[in-house]
């Protein structure tokens, strides 16, 4: 789960990790007072979306940056009204873009170098990495391209947490000066017990700065958290931001189904996430392309079948629909069931493929034949592949 800057911001306040002052409004109504409630100075006006890349944004009608510095009030305010409600594209959106419908203001801060840090989960070893580069406030792939010799890494043993000599080591190898090395290496001292406590995915701080006064900042900050632990962080919860998701997702996830969407034209009901990868390679071996993914999980019931097919069927670049379970732990006559109910209840002008396999088949597969609408059935995976390939083709 995502969260907006403004609310990590408030997250780094609570944990010690210095940012600028800011303050957050989704109504032009309140943009004075937002601004007002920061010090003299430079204001920054920042566009929340889920997405990065927001300074070198350009917005659908025209107008460049979704990080925007204002010398004085007015223009501040000018800015922010250029932004909320107007949709952002950035290289992380896609084309279509994001509609802003939070500004967050803060105080202009005066950089006098930028830094990349991170804390994240690595995958490969299973630990926490702290990831931190001299090479700040650029796209940090770029800098693992041509420069990797400007990033550091520290892996982080779970069980014995952060060491200062970690620390140390780290904020050496960023060239700090002496109070900068301290602020820093407080700083990503409470990084890393946010991180924790939190049960984040990642934390992503680019850039932070250093100041002439040798303070360090978070300037930016992008925090997405383990969905799989939200139940134990009802505060974290209260900051999703639905806006910020696709209906389906959400409509979904309702019904404890994961949806995600891709830009096909064949509808893909699966059972599991690797039989959701393999739905996905055969249907492109027959030249199909999948609109997108609904899996039901291991042990799904006919409502959730129901509203999977729902789901499905609300989007309008789906041309066919391919069912593919095997059951193991699924009884596919309880498929079977949910999807002459679905076709049924909501009825149905597409293409249907089904492929079933597994536990109670036979039953499954009669109650199909037995239902009187017209599905078309696969022998196997590959046979009703081809089939409905062919019928959207
Ligand atoms: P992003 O483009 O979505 O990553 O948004 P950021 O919050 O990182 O802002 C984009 C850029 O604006 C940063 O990389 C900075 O160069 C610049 N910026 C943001 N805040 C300040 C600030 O307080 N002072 C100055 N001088 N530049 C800032
Ligand atoms: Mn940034």
């Known amino acids: 789960m995502n969260i907006h800057e403004y609310q990590a911001k408030k997250l780094f306040e609570e944990y010690g990790i210095p940012c600028p002052k800011g303050a957050a409004t989704s109504s032009s109504d309140e943009f004075e007072a937002c601004i007002d409630s920061l010090g003299e100075g430079l204001v920054v006006v920042k566009s929340q979306i889920h997405a990065g890349g927001r300074g070198k944004g350009t917005f659908t009608d025209g107008f460049k940056g979704g990080v925007k510095l204002a010398k004085t009030k007015e223009e501040a305010i000018e800015y922010a009204n250029k932004m909320l409600g107007n949709t952002l594209v950035t290289i992380q959106t896609g084309e279509a873009g994001r509609k802003v419908q939070t500004i967050y203001f803060t105080e202009g801060a005066d950089i006098k170098k930028e830094y990349y840090l991170a804390v994240l989960l690595d995958r490969a070893t299973s630990r926490p990495v702290i990831v931190a580069s001299t090479e700040g406030g650029m796209d940090i792939e770029t800098v693992a391209e041509e420069t990797p010799d400007r990033i550091f890494k520290v892996f982080i043993d779970p069980a014995y947490g952060l060491a200062d000599f970690q620390l140390r080591e780290l904020v050496t190898k960023l060239g700090l000066s002496k109070l900068e090395s301290k602020n820093a290496a407080k700083l990503i001292r409470n990084l890393y017990t946010m991180f924790w406590e939190k049960d984040a995915d990642m934390i992503e701080i680019n850039p932070l700065i250093t100041t002439e006064t040798e303070d360090v900042l978070a300037l930016d900050a992008k925090v997405s958290f383990d969905s799989n632990a939200l139940y134990r962080h009802p505060e974290i919860q209260a900051l999703r931001d639905l806006n910020e998701e696709d209906p389906k997702e959400i409509e979904a996830s309702k019904f404890d189904l994961s949806y995600i969407a891709l830009d096909g034209s064949i509808a893909c009901l699966v059972n599991g996430a690797g039989l959701a990868m393999s739905t996905m390679d055969i249907i492109q071996h ?108």
């Not at 309008?316 to 209840?345: H, L, T």
Request: net charge negative.
């Open 286 to 393: 027959f030249g199909g392309s999948p609109a997108n993914f609904l899996d039901v999980g291991g042990g799904a019931s006919k409502q959730q079948v129901i509203a999977a097919f729902k789901i499905i069927l609300g989007d309008p670049n789906v041309k066919g629909i391919f069912v593919n379970i095997f059951g193991g732990i699924m009884d596919c006559d309880v498929i079977a069931n949910g999807i002459v109910d679905a076709v049924k209840e909501v009825g149905l002008e597409l293409p249907l493929v089904v492929r079933l396999e597994g536990n109670n088949v036979v039953a499954g597969r009669k109650t199909l034949d037995n239902s009187g609408l017209t599905i078309v059935t696969g022998s196997s995976m590959a046979d009703a592949a081809e089939k409905i390939a062919n019928l959207v083709a």
